[in-house]
C-alpha cells in the first residue's frame, strides 16, 4: 500500500517525529510526502507560504526510504522559471513524483528529468458530473496513459464505474475537507493558483483575510452554499451523509479504504498541510495505524 502524505516540509515536526517513533509500522507501506516549498509560482493546492527545503530533512526522508513529491499544480506554468528548474534539479531522484496539471511542464520533466514519477492533481477536475459521465469517463482514461497516477475527485470514487478504469493507477484522496460536489471546487484551485503567481510571498504581500479566505474555500463570503455552522470539515455534509450513508468520499473509513483495496486500488493521498499540530496527528494515527491492524 502506497501513502502520499501531506507536508513534507510545512509539516516536517510532526512527519519525522511520527516516523521516528514508528519504524516498524512505517515499513509495511511505501510512504511518499509531497508539498511546495520556496514559494515556487508553479505551486499549486494551497496558497504559497515561506516554506523551504532543508538538506537536514531531505536527508531524513531518504534515509527511513521515503520519497519527495513536489506540488506543481499550477495550471499556468513558465516554464523557465529559475525557483522551478531549480527545484526539478534538486529533487531529481528516482522514486521522486512530479504532481502537476499542465502539460507543457510534464512533458518538459519527462524530457529533461526523466527519473521523476508522474501524478495527475485533482486540482484540475473541475466541473464534473456526478453521477460519472462518458466524458468524465474518456478523460480518466486518457489520463492513465500520460501519468502514473491520478487523483480523482472524491465523488468519482464510489461511482459504479470507476471499477472500469485501472485501479492501479488511482491515487485516491483520504480526507478531503471540501464538501461534497463542491459548485466552486475548480474556482477555488484556479484562484489559489493565481495568487500563486501574482504574488512572490501571497501571504506576507497581501491582506491575510484575503488569502484565508481564497485558501478556506467552505468559510470564506463567496461559498454561501455552505456555511461554518451548515458544514463542518471535521464532521461531513449531514446531507450527504443521510443521502448516500458509507458510500461517498470526503474522509474515508476502514471499511471503504479495504473495499478499494480488495478492487485493486493500493496508493492513497493524505492532505493536511493546514492542520494543527494535534489534527494532524491524529489523521497519521488513523490513516496508518487502523488501516495496518
Not at 46 to 64: A, E, P, T
Not at 156 to 178: A, G, P
Not at 185 to 192: A, L, N, S
Not at 207 to 227: F, G, Q, T, V
Amino acid at each position: 500500500m502506497r501513502l502520499n502524505v501531506a507536508g513534507a516540509f510545512s509539516k516536517s515536526k510532526e512527519l519525522r517525529l511520527y516516523i521516528t517513533l514508528n519504524k516498524d509500522l512505517l515499513k509495511q507501506f511505501d510512504v511518499t510526502v509531497y508539498d511546495g516549498i520556496n514559494c515556487c509560482p508553479w505551486n499549486g493546492g494551497r496558497i504559497n507560504r515561506n516554506i523551504s527545503y532543508d538538506d537536514n530533512m531531505i536527508d531524513f526522508y531518504y534515509r527511513h526510504n521515503i520519497d519527495i513529491a513536489l506540488a506543481f499544480t499550477n495550471p499556468i506554468i513558465d516554464i523557465t522559471d529559475q525557483t522551478g528548474n531549480m527545484l526539478l534539479k534538486k529533487f531529481h531522484k528516482k522514486g521522486n513524483t512530479i504532481i502537476s496539471v499542465n502539460k507543457e511542464l510534464r512533458e518538459y520533466v519527462k524530457e529533461y528529468y526523466p527519473l521523476y514519477k508522474h501524478t495527475r492533481s485533482i486540482t484540475a477536475f473541475s466541473p464534473i458530473s456526478v453521477p460519472m459521465s462518458d466524458a468524465d469517463l474518456s478523460l480518466y482514461k486518457r489520463l492513465e496513459s500520460e501519468y502514473d497516477y491520478i487523483v480523482p475527485r472524491c465523488e468519482h470514487v464510489f461511482d459504479e464505474r470507476f471499477i472500469l478504469l485501472d485501479q492501479s493507477k488511482y491515487e485516491i484522496m483520504l480526507n478531503d475537507t471540501c464538501i461534497y460536489n463542491c459548485p466552486y471546487y475548480g474556482d477555488h484551485f484556479q484562484k489559489i493558483a493565481e495568487q500563486n503567481r501574482l504574488y512572490d510571498k501571497p501571504w506576507e504581500d497581501a491582506e491575510y483575510d484575503e488569502m484565508y479566505s481564497i485558501e478556506e474555500c467552505w468559510i470564506s463570503d463567496r461559498s454561501s452554499y455552505k456555511k461554518p455552522e451548515v458544514f463542518n470539515p471535521d464532521i461531513g455534509d449531514a446531507k450527504t451523509i443521510k443521502k448516500y450513508g458509507d458510500n461517498y468520499g470526503m474522509d474515508l473509513k476502514t471499511n471503504q479504504i479495504k473495499s478499494l483495496l480488495k478492487q485493486g486500488v493500493t496508493s492513497f493521498k493524505i492532505s493536511g498541510r493546514e492542520m494543527s499540530f494535534e489534527d494532524f496527528s491524529g489523521e497519521l494515527n488513523y490513516y496508518f495505524k487502523d488501516i495496518y491492524e
